[in-house]
């Protein structure tokens, strides 16, 4: 069964490594500044020349309150004027991508983060999904795809009535934690109460797909109180639940320097609450489908993976990883074909370069053959937790084995620690080895070694 997992603590312990979360390969970290504009245009032109279908994100940076845990791109601001020169550029950088596709691209997929959107008010948002449909080729039957990231706290069941309206048909809610010594701590103050109202919308305006998202590690956070937020939110049956392990990197992160570092849970205490998380999921029915995501069994994630279609990219675990990728707004990254590429993380560079009637590229990397092959080793093993080297021998025209000669000692030790089967058909993540599938794919990242480790989060 794709989903089992088993606990294994002194697997855990040797393999717990830091390291990245492949929501691409090569990873953000080899981005460089020699990748442009012109780049952008080129790979526009071939995605529109194969009328490939689109996944647009488009991320809007507000938030009128500091989590003290983020480490998103984020401007803090009680002034909601300062959206309208951003929405101006936002709808100029639309333009100009747009007119380098064609119309008979569909966009089936949409995501709205942030940030938190719906600091937007009602009329900025039907002003930019207004300008969406008019450039790009957004789909009316409600077919799509379209989520947004919400904030309770600033929402309530007329802001998810409009986001219905606007086409709108999944949403992604903030929660982390129920307990008000630890919203205290991180000072994100959000009752139960708050959250239900927004799901009851969302249901009864019939949303497709509810996730909630969760943190674990955070400053008061024991074992115990961990587990009764999960079991609150089992409560709230979520159609499926990110629980994110906090990596407090205060050197990287400023709003992290306001976290006591005396209140955060032990390395003993991290482990106990994800097995419980695992144990109370498990129970209630979720199946694991990788790296921090459970979702029932009906969903789309869970369907994908047992057919062995489910795809990961800078959206997350995604059943539209054969669409391009199109980033749009502050810091947003694009995936066309080969290129990655990403805007200015700066505000005020952002707009200043759309205002000058530029696109804001600011960086990003064009995969060569090498990039290619391990991508689609390290997205086999992270989406369906196996790898077929004859598919893969197939497709890139290699001898597996002599291909990857020098990693074989290293995959050898993973299959007698029982992380992995191993024989000459391929690679086979056993249960004890599917929380660690990171460490696995690390194995293939030959940028690893030049990295600095301590730019990722540990894989649990």
């Known amino acids: 069964m794709l989903d089992a997992i088993r606990w294994d603590t002194d697997l855990i312990r040797r393999y717990d490594l830091a390291g990245p979360r492949y929501t691409s390969y090569p990873t953000a970290v080899q981005f460089n500044s020699q990748v442009g504009t012109f780049d952008l245009f080129h790979a526009l032109r071939d995605s529109r020349k194969a009328l490939r279908p689109l996944s647009l994100y488009v991320h809007v940076p507000f938030c009128a309150n500091i989590c003290y845990y983020c480490a998103c791109n984020k401007v803090i601001t009680k002034d909601r004027g300062r959206a309208l020169p951003y929405l101006q550029r936002l709808e100029q950088e639309i333009q100009l991508i747009a007119c380098h596709l064609d119309p008979a691209q569909k966009v089936e997929q949409l995501h709205f983060g942030g940030g938190t959107p719906t600091f937007l008010s009602h009329d900025e948002l039907r002003q930019l999904m207004a300008h ?15 989520g947004i990231e919400i904030d309770p706290r600033e929402a309530d069941w007329s802001t998810m009535g409009l986001l219905r309206e606007l086409g709108f048909n ?28 927004v799901i009851d919308a969302a249901r009864t305006l019939q949303f497709r797909s509810i996730n909630i998202d969760l943190i674990y590690g955070l400053p008061k956070q024991t074992p115990d109180n961990f587990a009764r937020t999960v079991e609150e939110v089992i409560s709230l049956q979520p159609d499926r639940l990110s629980v994110f392990n906090y990596a407090h990197l205060p050197e990287r992160f ?3 320097r306001r976290i006591n570092g005396n209140e955060l849970p032990s390395p003993t205490q ?29 969903d789309e994630l869970a369907i994908a993976q047992e057919e062995s279609t489910l795809q990961r990219n800078f959206q997350g675990y995604t ?33 200043n370069t759309l205002a000058g009637a530029q696109l804001a590229t600011s960086r990003g990397l ?14 086999q093993l ?21 291909y990857f000669g020098t990693l074989w000692p290293q995959l050898q030790d993973m299959a007698k620690d029982g992380l992995i089967e191993l024989d000459r058909e391929g690679i086979n993540v056993l249960p004890a080895g599917r929380l660690l599938v990171r ?9 690893l070694e030049q990295q600095n480790r301590q730019r990722f989060s540990r894989v649990i």
């Open 439 to 447: 460490s696995v794919c690390m194995v293939f990242d030959a940028y």
């Open 170 to 197: 999944r949403v992604s809610i903030g929660l982390q934690d129920l307990d008000p010594a630890v919203q205290r701590a991180v000072n994100r103050l959000q009752s139960l109460e708050e959250t239900r109202a």
């Open 132 to 146: 969406l449909r008019k450039h790009f080729n957004l789909l009316d039957d409600d077919s799509g795809d379209y």
């Open 254 to 256: 400023m709003p992290q």
């Open 366 to 379: 064009v995969c060569n053959a090498d990039d290619r092959l391990r991508r689609a080793v390290i997205q």
């Open 319 to 351: 059943t539209h990883g054969h669409c391009d990728l199109i980033g749009l707004g502050v810091s947003a990254i694009s995936q066309i074909g080969d290129l990655y590429c990403q805007n200015s993380s700066d505000l005020n560079h952002y707009q």
């Open 270 to 298: 991290k482990l106990e609450m994800l097995q419980r998380t695992i144990e109370q999921l498990t129970a209630a029915g979720y199946r694991y489908i990788g790296m921090d995501h459970f979702a029932l069994p009906d």
């Open 382 to 402: 992270i989406c369906n937790f196996s790898l077929d080297f004859p598919e893969i021998e197939r497709t890139f025209n290699i001898d597996f084995q002599g």
